[in-house]
């Protein structure tokens, strides 16, 4: 059991940074693939990052490659989500979540497939 709490969210006009933090309880934090996904009241969720065990392996969906970059600190027990260049359009609910993975190098890009989610955080971009 992991228990995921997201920080780092705000309003930020277009254009602007954030930098999204999830901290996760326990000591095994290394043994989990992290992801961020968002939900707007619009739209499902969707996935947006995702990253492996180590941090070996990344993946982002189309709509935030070369603006949204995903890290983590396993000494930290923290994933991260540095946002630049936000648009209006990025404005949703930020998500983080946690899959079990035996696999280190593995990324997963379906909600379904992870394991435990943290409640989010509200990312508003103004034009």
């Known amino acids: 059991q992991v228990q995921l709490v997201e920080s780092g969210g705000g309003l930020v006009q277009a254009g602007g940074s954030l930098r999204l933090s999830c901290a996760a309880s326990g000591r095994t934090f290394s043994s989990y693939a992290m992801g961020w996904f968002r939900q707007s009241p619009e739209n499902e969720r969707e996935f947006v990052a995702a990253?492996?065990?180590?941090?070996?392996?990344?993946n982002y969906a189309d709509s935030v490659k070369g603006r949204f970059t995903i890290s983590r600190d396993n000494a930290k027990n923290t994933v991260y989500l540095q946002m630049n260049s936000l648009k209006p359009e990025d404005t949703a609910v930020y998500y983080c979540a946690a899959r079990v993975s035996s696999t280190v190098n593995v990324v997963t890009t379906i909600p379904s497939r992870y394991d435990f989610w943290g409640q989010g955080t509200q990312v508003t971009v103004s034009s």
């Open positions: 990253i492996s065990r180590r941090g070996g392996s990344t």
